[in-house]
């Protein structure tokens, strides 16, 4: 992504989830194996080949070397995501953070960011939070 200057939805969607996942510092095994099982599974990534994904999450990796690489990163996501497709990335974006089990303030600092870059209305925000909690419950 250094080098471009803009991404198709589903690189999109795969930089809003690295980006999320990178906030705590590392991208752990468990968040990996969520946005594996994501893009292997819904059917926004039908036909988005491993390769694809593995070069997307590289390049959203790479933006976080650069001086300003959150802010890079939030407008080539938003400029490549019609607003339909923003409150799926927020959902892909929760569902990453809420794969780790314990949530820091950093996670839940990226959420807050993604919704004000994303322009989402709170209240959509806050009920898919809710349905990712209410699908993580372990009893």
Request: hydrophobic share 45%; aromatic share 2%; with cysteine.
């Amino acid at each position: 992504m250094l080098a471009r200057e803009a991404l198709d939805p589903q690189e999109a969607l795969v930089c809003t989830m690295v980006l999320v996942a990178a906030a705590d510092g590392a991208i752990t095994d468990r968040e990996i194996g969520s946005m594996t099982a994501l893009v292997q599974t819904l059917p926004i990534f039908r036909g988005f080949s491993s390769e694809r994904l593995r070069v997307a999450t590289d390049a959203a990796v790479r933006l976080l070397d650069e001086t300003e690489g959150l802010a890079h990163g939030a407008k080539l996501i938003r400029d490549a995501l019609p607003p339909r497709l923003r409150e799926t990335a927020y959902a892909l974006a929760c569902d990453v953070v809420a794969a780790d089990q314990e949530v820091g303030q950093e996670s839940l600092r990226m959420l807050e960011f993604l919704t004000n870059e994303l322009d989402l209305d709170p209240l959509v925000a806050a009920a898919i939070e809710r349905g990712v909690r209410v699908r993580q419950r372990t009893g």
